[in-house]
């Protein structure tokens, strides 16, 4: 163990040397500033400044790109927040409360809590990478489709917390994104499913697409339709700009709560944010003590569902530097990019990184925690400017956020009818919102559908179409009886006579 | 009106459901070694589909759909907003490679504000054009994405 101090020391003796730390600063700035940018998430981000990197030594670049991916996580929070168009699937539980809050004058607190809780989040996953790297690397090894698919189901099942007020249109909207998630090449035979023969549907509808659409467009249209002038309520009127003490108090256990969810789940090989941010965000939602202001209940959005989700995903992104130092596997598409950039400078990641490259993996894990400390720095006083760009009238505000949400579809692939189909998505969005259909689930199921089939094909063809499969396998078998006590407990609860929020 | 609506709505989730039902027919049966193939899941979701559009028609037909969480309140619709922002949507998608990138988002801008009852065409046009500028350069100078034109060639 002092070994690890003594080399994590001689890490920060890299970070610290001032060209290092410039660096890690222009990372995390312009991970900042473009992923603030509708559309575009932290691994194109990253992807668009690798060649930005290539003249810097291999040490500042890497430490550049570790602030680029930080940074463009934090980004893609703000717009969440600010103007509800998630541009990564990992901050749309973000988007579900944070935006919420911002329209009923809280942005404010909304963005701090974000900004601290990837701040905590982000330093206890750092410090979790330096004690345990080897160690989580080897059980995370541990995991193949059975465990996945098993994971799965745990994840669609605690679902049920974002269906809203009624549990029948939750699961209308669950299919719906099911079904979406269909469209598109199947991932195991690669056979075409309901393309109807359009080209551009080959590849899938992306998630951002339908994102942007339900969320963004879907109020537009709904705003101008029922309340072009905007309500004389208390929504949009600016409140602290601070958190509470109260909001403290709320979010100090989400962030480590999402913390906790977040970076085992990052440093298992295919991971990814989107599991952690959705069960962070239905642990908030049901250890909650003021159930009804979460959005979904038709309440003003509660802090700690923007506080759970955000830590977690922070903590991902520190988690899913696990595998991709030891074993050289990327749980991500951001950390795939991050490989690229190590093998730029020759250096493969894998077992024998921290023997061969010693010193840079340290200085780059210590500046990890610099990275941390400057974006919060670098943040929190924006916040202020952030939520006041709310004030900004409704029928300019919402031209400027509509403008964005059109260079963020089309930039994705340069195609007119991404657009057109973003409309259509957004007209579905606002029929739902009209008839109280929460909106979150179909990007839920559009996310999860695909996985899970794939988890769920992979794993049968290897137990050769045995389904016991899933309770035969220690870890798969602990995650299903997880899923029936989920299901169950609630039943039980309630049969004592213990009411739950949900019920229909 | 709100019940025409409802069983509308129940309607199209039921319709959903057969289009993904045949489509799963139609299907490769060859499932290898695992048992199921690419038409398992779609299957699965069509039978999700046809139970919740079901139990929708239900609800839609026997008093209508339960559990608001405002109520059911009746809302006038202001047709004319929403087909200002349609407008700019589509227009500025149709007008997107012809007329270049920022007139394009301008035109979405100016139709979006005036949906919202902004009366200052000019002012909106100067603001979106100043809005846009900045993140079309930075899109395609900074970060090489491929947008259209800033203006047609003819400019």
Known sequence: MMETWTLLLGGFGTALQPMNLMWAFIGCLLGTAIGVLPGIGPALTVAMLLPVTAKVDPAGALIMLCGVYYGAAYGGSTTSILMNTPGESSSIMTALEGNTMAKYGRAGPALATSAIGSFIAGTIGVVLLTLFAPLVADLALKFGPAEFFSLMVLAFVTVSSVLGASMLRGMVSLALGLAIGLVGMDSIAGIPRYTAGVPELIDGIEFVLVAVGLFAVGEALYSVLYDPKGDATERNKMSSIWMTKDDWKRSWPAWLRGTAIGFPFGSIPAGGAEIPTFLSYSTERKLSKFPKEFSGEGGKGAIEGVAGPEAANNATAAGALVPLLTLGIPTSATAAILIAAFQNYNIQPGPLLFQTSGPLVWGLIASLYVGNVMLLVLNLPLVGMWARLLTIPKPQLYAGILVFASIGVYGMRQSAFDLVLMYVIGVIGVIMRRFDFPVAPVIVGMILGPMAEKQLRNALAIAQGDWLIFFKQPIACTFMVITIAVMFVPIILRKRGVRLAEDD | ?155
């Open chain 2, 1 to 155: 009106m709100q019940k025409n609506w409802q069983v509308g709505i129940a309607a199209f989730i039921l319709m959903l459901s057969a289009v993904f039902g045949v489509g799963a027919t139609q299907l490769p049966a060859d499932t290898g070694y695992a048992g199921i193939g690419s038409a398992f899941m779609p299957a699965v979701v069509a039978l999700f589909l046809l139970l919740v559009g079901a139990l929708l028609m239900w609800q839609a037909c026997t008093g209508g759909f339960r559990n608001f969480t405002d109520g059911v309140v009746d809302l006038v619709a202001d047709h004319r907003g929403a087909l200002w922002v349609t407008a700019g949507i589509l227009v500025s998608a149709a007008l997107m490679t012809k007329l270049g990138f920022v007139v394009a988002a301008t035109t979405l801008f100016v139709c979006v504000a005036r949906g919202f009852g902004s009366k200052t065409w000019l002012r909106d046009a100067i603001t979106g054009a100043v809005l846009v500028l900045p993140v079309f350069w930075l899109f395609t100078l900074v970060l090489d994405v491929n947008l259209p034109h800033l203006f047609n060639d003819w400019f």
